[in-house]
DNA sequence: AAATTTGTCAACCGCCCCTTC
DNA sequence: AGAAGGGGCGGTTGACAAATT
């Protein structure tokens, strides 16, 4: 018995992709759009595996994608995220436009883990290690015993902020019951665009709350040019994050 | 210049969750 | 209610490039 493959495994390429590959896949998703990767190798005359055909696309061929180094502000913002979130690569992604989970997740084992690590805190929890002092971020070293804990499976959904979170980390509101307004006319859903949908899904099993809440404000970014709550004028509409311009950059100053 | 080490990142694997029947 | 299928996620691997010896 068993499940059956998501392929058949000895008749599909592995490896890197050719540019003819790539070029078939962008054809296709072009004219068809993105639908059931299962059928899509065929459909696409492709001898690949539906799934590698979908972390193609998503990772590489999207052309969403912002590519390029990551910026400080970028940084920051995953490294937060992370305290929040753990090792919620999609998640964080979600918060992140035009990077992937896959990239985020790569960056974070080579560069982001290392810098935590130099500053003297432990990358998983984010607390300093053994009579380390250090801090991750500049915000963060205003407040010397802050220590974000990263969502486990168990309290996952629920809320995790504490007043003790609070009086230790003031600009990182670790309340993580961000969820669909109950109030929300029609039960419409939250508006569009990538940021939301994560952060829909995250919370589709917790309980409600009667207030929006932006993602921006509770990490500390309220002020900065990617906060735009402020601005919106339908309050039931969630914009956690607004995509970065080129070149543009987070005002950090109050 | 060649060999070795280290770093980066695209891609794969296996598991889990959600949806459908 | 439960099994099966499909999509998505996180961890890991391996190929390649860059740096070092």
């Known amino acids: 018995m068993g499940r059956s493959p998501c392929c058949e495994k000895a008749h599909t390429n592995k490896g890197a992709w050719t540019?003819?590959?790539?070029?078939?896949?962008?054809?296709?998703?072009?004219?068809?759009?993105?639908?059931?990767?299962?059928?899509?190798?065929?459909?696409?005359?492709?001898l690949r595996c539906g799934k590698s055909c979908r972390l193609r696309w998503i990772n590489y061929l999207r052309p969403d994608l912002k590519r390029g180094n990551f910026t400080e502000e970028e940084d920051e913002l995953i490294i937060k995220l992370h305290a929040l979130l753990g090792?919620?690569?999609?998640?964080?992604?979600?918060?992140?436009?035009?990077?992937?989970?896959?990239?985020?997740?790569?960056?974070?084992?080579?560069h982001i883990k290392r810098k935590l690590l130099s500053q003297g805190l432990d990358p998983q929890t984010h607390r300093p290690l053994q009579g380390?002092?250090?801090?991750?971020?500049?915000q963060q070293q205003e407040a010397p015993t802050a220590i974000a804990k990263p969502v486990n499976s168990a309290d996952e959904g629920q809320s995790c902020s504490t007043n003790?979170?609070?009086?230790?980390?003031?600009?990182?509101?670790?309340?993580?019951?961000?969820?669909?307004?109950?109030?929300?006319?029609?039960?419409?859903?939250p508006s569009e665009g990538l940021a939301t949908t994560a952060a829909a899904a995250a919370t589709s099993r917790s309980s409600y709350s009667t207030q929006p809440?932006?993602?921006?404000?509770?990490?500390?970014?309220?002020?900065?040019?990617?906060?735009?709550?402020?601005?919106?004028?339908?309050?039931?509409?969630?914009?956690?994050?607004?995509?970065?311009?080129?070149?543009?950059?987070?005002?950090y100053s109050s």
């Not at 540019?19 to 059928?39: F, M, N, P, V």
């Not at 979170?165 to 859903?189: A, V």
């Not at 900065?224 to 543009?248: K, M």
């Open 87 to 110: 090792n919620k690569w999609s998640l964080i992604a979600g918060r992140l436009p035009g990077r992937t989970d896959n990239e985020i997740k790569n960056y974070w084992n080579t």
């Open 213 to 251: 809440i932006c993602l921006c404000c509770h990490l500390g970014f309220q002020s900065s040019e990617v906060c735009s709550c402020q601005t919106i004028p339908n309050s039931h509409v969630y914009r956690y994050i607004r995509p970065l311009e080129e070149g543009q950059r987070i005002n």
């Open 19 to 46: 540019k003819e590959e790539d070029q078939r896949l962008i054809a296709y998703i072009k004219s068809h759009g993105e639908g059931c990767w299962r059928s899509l190798p065929k459909a696409a005359g492709l």
């Open 132 to 138: 380390g002092a250090a801090f991750a971020t500049p």
């Open 164 to 189: 003790l979170d609070e009086d230790r980390f003031p600009d990182l509101n670790l309340d993580l019951s961000i969820s669909l307004p109950c109030h929300s006319p029609k039960g419409s859903p």
